[in-house]
């Protein structure tokens, strides 16, 4: 309440209600020094469409406030004074009221001397129509009436239906304590002098247009002809806001083409408005705010900022963008109902596949262990042939030789120890076996050792193929708290830096002491540039942010992902100055859009688009390896089948060399005989006799070779004659 006298400086007064952010006035003053009091609020932005001004004063109609009617001046004005030719609701044959306008009865003040007059006559007319009343002669001065009680008590038993002329202000009764207790009040517009409503003690307050409806005589409004009335007139509103995509942005300008007002903007918060537009029908106007911000409060200079602020100075009516709802913004500006529900997430920096190693699957064991591996091999296969020597039992029973000596022989040599080795640790298993209890008991801790390497190869192969295509060890809240390596931030006073400043959860506390004492600093001044940060800092800094401005940076941004589950639950609402009354008409529109699946499009339009040029890597979610991750394993193969057929070719040519030096025939006749065998798959039976004696050509295939020998001789023959001649 602001207290003020006739003759002060009234620009004070407003200072003070426009410092107070106060939308709503009611203003008791006299009718006149009404005009220069509300001439002195137009320097103070407070006549504007969404402010609203009561007046108390009864003669507020006489005050001359009408010549503020403009276009300028859209201040929603009300004011009430004393019904003096409206009928009340209800009706009888015999009620009486006054549709005449006296220009000598303007004031309250003529008006109830009037009605008092016409009281005290009717009552003192009614008094000397009753025997005994005689009209004494006195002074004025001294003494007093002795009827005068009797006059005192008929006022208060008139009824108004019995009084003529009648009343000016109608309905004038008195109760038995001197109180006037029925008079009727009506609510009207003093720019336009338009009633709105009417009061009484018996149907409180009524719409005019109602009385209008049950009337049965036909009511003369005192309206000005021809005016205008301009708090009515369709709303345009103010809509503040931030850049920040998807729900506000800058429209690209083709070539040639040039966009002005509302169509230089797109986003989600664009065409929110549009569709609360047409259902609400109002116009509007996007602002975006100069400091691109939410809209934060400071406690040191005790203001606001951002969106926020452009609501409490009433520059704006609406303040719409990814807006979440707090309790500290709530008690300086009202919202609707949430149009979006979210939550938080983090946001963090994906690692790059791992490039592709054909060589891969050696990894599980560094250079150091396969050379051990190896050197274990050889050591153990030494050490068999040594046990195996020593060992009795692993001899074989006496057999002749080619000379008939009683001879024993040992299986336990280079290659076939070799072979069990290599059969062990490839769990592949061997036909040696040993007899001998050293062997035995060498054989057994070699598979143990065999067993444990080839398994713990097969363990680490797998988890490092698969810990290979994840990235990072961060899965929650809870981890990146744990840890020391990541630093994390979010928008420096938004909502999300409130969640944790205020949470009471001993993990978001602990997240938030973090924050604050991170160096550089880890706060941010909008979603942007966290964003930028993450991709910068290639796994060192985390961004907590909404989820749903969380998922389209990730579908835009390849390096970008989400880490773990969202929490804290959060909703984003439209903002509006405090007790807006345009603010339920926009909370039923955004219900009516939301039945009718248009926010749910909306969304998919600016969050699910197919903008996103990623390629996930289906390794991942299928658990299948390409040939990239196991190429080394068919490198290994083909290595392997050179390797056995080049030993295999050597073996076969040191096997034509032996057989062409054994039977003494040329090399050649040697490689061929043997390579047409060779070729023939189908024979599987090799006879053990020499060339020279005769074969079989359909059993043995060595016909080619007795063949060629006999036509080398034939030519050697022919040759020796022809030298004979």
């Given at each position: 309440m602001q207290e003020f006298q006739r003759g002060d400086d009234y620009?004070?007064?407003?200072?003070?209600?426009?410092?107070?952010?106060?939308?709503?006035?009611?203003?008791?003053?006299?009718?006149?020094?009404?005009?220069?009091?509300?001439?002195?609020?137009?320097?103070?932005?407070?006549?504007?469409?969404?402010n609203n001004l009561f007046l108390t004063n009864l003669d507020t109609h006489v005050s001359g406030i009408d010549r503020f009617y403009s276009r300028e001046f859209t201040v929603t004005v009300a004011a009430v004074r004393l019904r003096t030719y409206i009928p009340p609701p209800v009706h009888d044959e015999i009620d009486v009221f006054d549709n005449e306008v006296d220009t000598r009865f303007d004031s309250l003040g003529t008006q109830l001397v009037y009605d008092s007059v016409v009281l005290f006559y009717n009552a003192l007319l009614q008094m000397s129509q009753r025997s005994g009343f005689y009209i004494p002669q006195f002074s004025c001065g001294h003494g007093f009436w002795k009827p005068g009680p009797h006059v005192v008590q008929q006022m208060k038993e008139l009824s108004p239906k019995q009084v003529k002329p009648p009343f000016k202000t109608q309905r004038l009764k008195i109760n038995a304590h001197g109180q006037r207790e029925d008079f009727n009040l009506e609510i009207y517009n003093p720019l336009i002098d338009r009633v709105t409503h009417i009061w009484n003690k018996d149907f409180q307050l009524v719409d005019i247009e109602k009385i209008k409806e049950n009337s049965t005589q036909a009511v003369k409004q005192r309206r000005l002809e021809n005016k205008e009335d301009f708090s009515q007139k369709p709303v345009r509103f103010t809509v503040a806001t931030r850049v920040g995509k998807p729900y506000f942005s800058w429209r690209d300008e083709p070539e040639g083409v040039h966009y002005e007002g509302n169509e230089r903007f797109e986003g989600y918060a664009v065409d929110l408005i549009y569709k609360l537009a047409e259902e609400c029908k109002f116009d509007f106007d996007f602002e975006p705010v100069r400091d691109n911000k939410y809209g934060s409060?400071?406690?040191?200079?005790?203001?606001?900022?951002?969106?926020?602020?452009?609501?409490?100075?009433?520059?704006?009516?609406?303040?719409?963008?990814?807006?979440?709802?707090?309790?500290?913004?709530?008690?300086?500006?009202?919202?609707?109902?949430?149009?979006?529900?979210?939550?938080?997430?983090?946001?963090?920096?994906?690692?790059?596949?791992?490039?592709?190693?054909?060589?891969?699957?050696?990894?599980?064991?560094?250079?150091?262990?396969?050379?051990?591996?190896?050197?274990?091999?050889?050591?153990?296969?030494?050490?068999?042939?040594?046990?195996?020597?020593?060992d009795q039992f692993e001899w074989e029973p006496p057999s002749e030789n080619a000379n008939r000596e009683l001879v024993r022989h040992n299986i336990w040599n280079m290659h076939n120890t070799m072979w069990l080795v290599l059969g062990s640790i490839l769990t592949q298993g061997c036909d040696l076996l040993p007899r001998g209890l050293p062997m035995r008991l060498l054989t057994a801790f070699w598979w143990i050792f065999a067993l444990l390497i080839s398994q713990t190869y097969i363990a680490k192969?797998?988890?490092?193929?698969?810990?290979?295509?994840?990235?990072?060890?961060?899965?929650?809240?809870?981890?990146?708290?744990?840890?020391?390596?990541?630093?994390?931030?979010?928008?420096?006073?938004?909502?999300?830096?409130?969640?944790?400043?205020?949470?009471?959860d001993t993990e978001n506390r602990m997240a938030w002491n973090k924050m604050l004492s991170f160096k550089p600093d880890a706060f941010t001044k909008?979603?942007?540039?966290?964003?930028?940060?993450?991709?910068?800092?290639?796994?060192?800094?985390?961004?907590?942010?909404?989820?749903?401005?969380?998922?389209?940076?990730?579908?835009?941004?390849?390096?970008?992902?989400?880490?773990?589950?969202?929490?804290?639950?959060?909703?984003?609402?439209?903002?509006?100055?405090?007790?807006?009354?345009?603010?339920?008409?926009?909370?039923?529109?955004?219900?009516?859009?939301?039945?009718?699946?248009v926010l749910y499009n909306l969304r998919n339009k600016w969050f699910n688009s197919n903008e996103s040029t990623?390629?996930?890597?289906?390794?991942?979610?299928?658990?299948?390896?390409?040939?990239?991750?196991?190429?080394?394993?068919?490198?290994?193969?083909?290595?392997?089948?050179?390797?056995?057929?080049?030993?295999?070719?050597?073996?076969?040519?040191?096997?034509?060399?032996?057989?062409?030096?054994?039977?003494?025939?040329?090399?050649?006749?040697?490689?061929?005989?043997?390579?047409?065998?060779?070729?023939?798959?189908?024979?599987?039976?090799?006879?053990?006799?020499?060339?020279?004696?005769?074969?079989?050509?359909?059993?043995?295939?060595?016909?080619?070779?007795?063949?060629?020998?006999?036509?080398?001789?034939?030519?050697?023959?022919?040759?020796?004659?022809?030298?004979?001649?």
């Amino acid at each position: 309440m602001q207290e003020f006298q006739r003759g002060d400086d009234y620009r004070i007064l407003w200072k003070r209600i426009n410092n107070a952010r106060e939308k709503f006035v009611l203003l008791d003053c006299p009718a006149d020094i009404l005009v220069d009091v509300v001439n002195a609020s137009i320097d103070f932005n407070m006549t504007g469409s969404f402010n609203n001004l009561f007046l108390t004063n009864l003669d507020t109609h006489v005050s001359g406030i009408d010549r503020f009617y403009s276009r300028e001046f859209t201040v929603t004005v009300a004011a009430v004074r004393l019904r003096t030719y409206i009928p009340p609701p209800v009706h009888d044959e015999i009620d009486v009221f006054d549709n005449e306008v006296d220009t000598r009865f303007d004031s309250l003040g003529t008006q109830l001397v009037y009605d008092s007059v016409v009281l005290f006559y009717n009552a003192l007319l009614q008094m000397s129509q009753r025997s005994g009343f005689y009209i004494p002669q006195f002074s004025c001065g001294h003494g007093f009436w002795k009827p005068g009680p009797h006059v005192v008590q008929q006022m208060k038993e008139l009824s108004p239906k019995q009084v003529k002329p009648p009343f000016k202000t109608q309905r004038l009764k008195i109760n038995a304590h001197g109180q006037r207790e029925d008079f009727n009040l009506e609510i009207y517009n003093p720019l336009i002098d338009r009633v709105t409503h009417i009061w009484n003690k018996d149907f409180q307050l009524v719409d005019i247009e109602k009385i209008k409806e049950n009337s049965t005589q036909a009511v003369k409004q005192r309206r000005l002809e021809n005016k205008e009335d301009f708090s009515q007139k369709p709303v345009r509103f103010t809509v503040a806001t931030r850049v920040g995509k998807p729900y506000f942005s800058w429209r690209d300008e083709p070539e040639g083409v040039h966009y002005e007002g509302n169509e230089r903007f797109e986003g989600y918060a664009v065409d929110l408005i549009y569709k609360l537009a047409e259902e609400c029908k109002f116009d509007f106007d996007f602002e975006p705010v100069r400091d691109n911000k939410y809209g934060s409060y400071d406690a040191a200079t005790d203001e606001w900022d951002g969106i926020i602020r452009q609501l409490i100075d009433n520059n704006a009516q609406i303040g719409i963008c990814d807006l979440t709802i707090t309790q500290a913004r709530r008690s300086v500006v009202d919202f609707t109902v949430p149009f979006m529900q979210l939550g938080i997430s983090i946001l963090s920096y994906k690692e790059p596949p791992p490039k592709a190693d054909i060589y891969g699957f050696l990894n599980p064991y560094g250079v150091e262990v396969w050379l051990y591996v190896m050197i274990a091999m050889m050591i153990t296969s030494m050490a068999m042939i040594l046990a195996g020597r020593m060992d009795q039992f692993e001899w074989e029973p006496p057999s002749e030789n080619a000379n008939r000596e009683l001879v024993r022989h040992n299986i336990w040599n280079m290659h076939n120890t070799m072979w069990l080795v290599l059969g062990s640790i490839l769990t592949q298993g061997c036909d040696l076996l040993p007899r001998g209890l050293p062997m035995r008991l060498l054989t057994a801790f070699w598979w143990i050792f065999a067993l444990l390497i080839s398994q713990t190869y097969i363990a680490k192969l797998a988890a490092f193929i698969t810990s290979s295509k994840l990235s990072g060890n961060i899965a929650s809240l809870h981890d990146l708290v744990d840890q020391n390596k990541v630093q994390f931030g979010t928008i420096r006073g938004g909502a999300t830096s409130v969640y944790f400043s205020e949470s009471n959860d001993t993990e978001n506390r602990m997240a938030w002491n973090k924050m604050l004492s991170f160096k550089p600093d880890a706060f941010t001044k909008n979603n942007e540039e966290g964003v930028d940060r993450v991709k910068l800092s290639r796994g060192t800094y985390a961004f907590l942010m909404e989820t749903t401005n969380l998922q389209y940076y990730v579908q835009r941004n390849c390096e970008l992902t989400q880490i773990g589950e969202s929490f804290g639950e959060k909703h984003y609402g439209i903002a509006v100055p405090l007790n807006a009354n345009f603010r339920s008409n926009l909370s039923v529109g955004i219900l009516k859009l939301s039945e009718q699946g248009v926010l749910y499009n909306l969304r998919n339009k600016w969050f699910n688009s197919n903008e996103s040029t990623c390629v996930e890597d289906s390794t991942i979610d299928d658990g299948q390896f390409d040939m990239d991750s196991v190429g080394g394993l068919f490198v290994m193969l083909v290595v392997g089948l050179i390797i056995a057929f080049l030993i295999g070719i050597a073996e076969f040519l040191w096997h034509v060399h032996r057989i062409a030096v054994k039977e003494k025939i040329p090399a050649m006749l040697a490689l061929k005989a043997e390579f047409n065998f060779l070729i023939r798959f189908w024979l599987t039976k090799k006879p053990l006799h020499t060339y020279r004696e005769s074969r079989d050509s359909t059993s043995t295939g060595y016909s080619s070779l007795q063949q060629l020998s006999s036509g080398s001789t034939v030519k050697k023959k022919k040759k020796s004659k022809k030298r004979a001649e």
